[in-house]
């Protein structure tokens, strides 16, 4: 079964820590970049950081030099390490997958977790 699976959300104080975690279960002859998403009530999903098949990461200005991204390939899992949170950081987080250019066509193209929400107080 294809799927994505996060955790790590929770209610922290602004400037505290939080780490999120996506497990994947893809099968292992297809390869992803992942990526992180997040989406606050009434706004749009944006992208917070990408983790590229080949290593490149990139991250949303917003969050760059306080969230890393991160995977451990043993354990198939994607992190979001963040740091120094803000008010501003309070979403639904998302783990999505997109398959990457050197996958088999046959490979799930595109696959979404179901969220874990980051909330952060002043």
């Known amino acids: 079964q294809v799927r994505l699976v996060e955790s790590g959300g929770g209610s922290v104080q602004a400037e505290g820590s939080l780490r999120l975690s996506c497990e994947a279960s893809?099968?292992?002859?297809?390869?992803?970049?992942m990526s992180w998403h997040r989406q606050a009530p009434g706004k749009q999903r944006d992208t917070v950081s990408t983790?590229?098949?080949?290593?490149?990461?990139a991250y949303a200005d917003s969050v760059k030099g306080r969230f890393t991204i991160s995977q451990d390939s043993a354990k198939k899992t994607v992190y979001l390490q963040m740091n120094r949170l803000k008010p501003e950081d309070t979403a639904m987080y998302y783990c999505?997958?997109?398959?990457?250019?050197?996958?088999?066509?046959?490979?799930?193209?595109?696959?979404w977790g179901q969220g874990t929400q980051v909330t952060v107080s002043a």
């Open positions: 893809l099968y292992a002859s297809c390869t992803y970049d």
């Open positions: 999505h997958a997109r398959r990457s250019e050197n996958s088999p066509s046959w490979c799930v193209p595109i696959v």
């Open positions: 983790l590229g098949a080949d290593g490149t990461t």
